[in-house]
């Protein structure tokens, strides 16, 4: 199984909701990232989980709170958010994070709108 | 600081015609370069690697080739198809916290 997979697919929210993504892999990473995408740009690095744990945070604003329940699970809570938010969110897993040589296995994407 | 350059798309193509994407890098340390490939409404799929200079990566028709004096990981094509049409980034990870870097994608059209 080298699938990641994210739910929703799609979400459509208001800047006053509070909404999550969901991403779960379970190919025994133990590391997990989010990406931002916007339209015809690559993927921009949001956060990096360890071992569950924090390892990076790319000066992400506060509306984006991330969690990792466990090594299988990740989630974006998403708060207060605006419509320049709106954007393709990626999950990605790769065995081990800092490995130069690993490649980073990406879901399908939960695709953002914000109103 | 690490990054990846790529020809500017869209590329256009007929069926079966020989496809060249360019990439070149810079990066602190020793890299390993990707080519991922993004179909229209998907994530990203990794279509080749390479690890160390001269390895050369391939998967379902595509090449590339580390090549560290020019400091480049050209991705080949013999024959595309309709559907090869995509969006291809470039990418490296280097250094120790190895975070991906991806160049900015280059769009394929394959037309029949």
């Known amino acids: 199984d080298t699938e990641v997979t994210q739910t929703p697919k799609h979400l459509v929210m208001g800047m006053t909701n509070k909404k999550s993504l969901k991403c779960e892999q379970h190919?025994?990473?133990?590391?997990m990232y989010w990406y931002k995408q916007k339209a015809k740009k690559p993927p921009e690095l949001m956060f990096v989980?360890?071992?569950?744990?924090?390892?990076i945070n790319e000066s992400v604003p506060s509306r984006f709170s991330p969690e990792c329940p466990n090594s299988s699970l990740l989630n974006l809570h998403l708060h207060a958010l605006q419509p320049e938010d709106s954007a393709l969110y990626l999950c990605?897993?790769?065995?081990?994070?800092?490995?130069?040589?690993?490649?980073?296995?990406f879901g399908e994407g939960s695709r953002l709108t914000v109103l | 600081g690490n990054s990846v350059t790529q020809m500017e798309g869209p590329v256009t193509l007929s069926e079966e015609a020989f496809l060249t994407i360019n990439c070149t890098y810079t990066?602190?340390?020793?890299?390993?370069l990707f080519w991922y490939v993004q179909y229209p409404g998907e994530g990203l799929q990794l279509l080749l690697k390479?690890?160390?200079?001269?390895d050369k990566g391939s998967n379902k028709g595509f090449e590339a080739t580390y090549r560290k004096e020019t400091t480049s990981f050209h991705l080949e094509k013999g024959s595309v198809q309709v559907s090869d049409s995509a969006v291809y980034f470039c990418?490296?990870?280097?250094?120790?916290?190895?975070?991906?870097?991806f160049g900015t994608g280059t769009r394929l059209q394959v037309t029949l």
């Open positions: 990605a897993s790769s065995q081990l994070a800092g490995v130069r040589t690993g490649e980073l296995f």
């Open positions: 190919m025994g990473h133990r590391a």
């Open positions: 989980y360890s071992y569950e744990k924090l390892s």
């Open positions: 990066a602190t340390g020793y890299p390993s």
């Open positions: 390479a690890t160390k200079a001269d």
């Open positions: 990418a490296l990870r280097s250094g120790t916290a190895s975070k991906l870097t």
